[in-house]
């Protein structure tokens, strides 16, 4: 719809009215070449959602390791080093969790990071 109203109105605007008489216009005068809309099966809803909640899951895995790969920038580059700056790992997480608030936890030594680093 959106390039047919182009078509006779360059300017962009979008309204309801004018698009109602466009598409009342497309679908009289070129109803021939409209083909019917086919709803999707169970089974292509089904994967939909799931390619949906993938996409989710991966973007929200993305945003942890930047935010886990800047903690480690600013705490502890060492280690950012020895991840071979992959910060996607659940190695990269438990080094996040023991090196988050690195005043705050007197255990957090470099006897601790190596033991984390060691259990890889």
Known sequence: MAR?????SPGGAKD?????GL??????CHRDRLRAL??????????SFFNQG??????QRSRLSHAIKSQLKVYFPLALELLDQDT???LAADLAVTLAHPGSNPKTTC???AQILLWA
Do not use: H, I, Q, W
């Open 38 to 47: 086919k709803p999707d099966s169970e089974l292509g809803r089904k994967l």
């Open 23 to 28: 598409l009342n216009e497309l679908l009289y």
């Open 111 to 113: 006897s601790n990071v």
């Open 16 to 20: 309801d009215r004018p698009d109602a």
């Open 4 to 8: 047919y109203r182009e078509t006779f």
């Open 88 to 90: 996607s790992t659940a």
């Open 54 to 59: 993938r996409r989710e899951a991966v973007d």
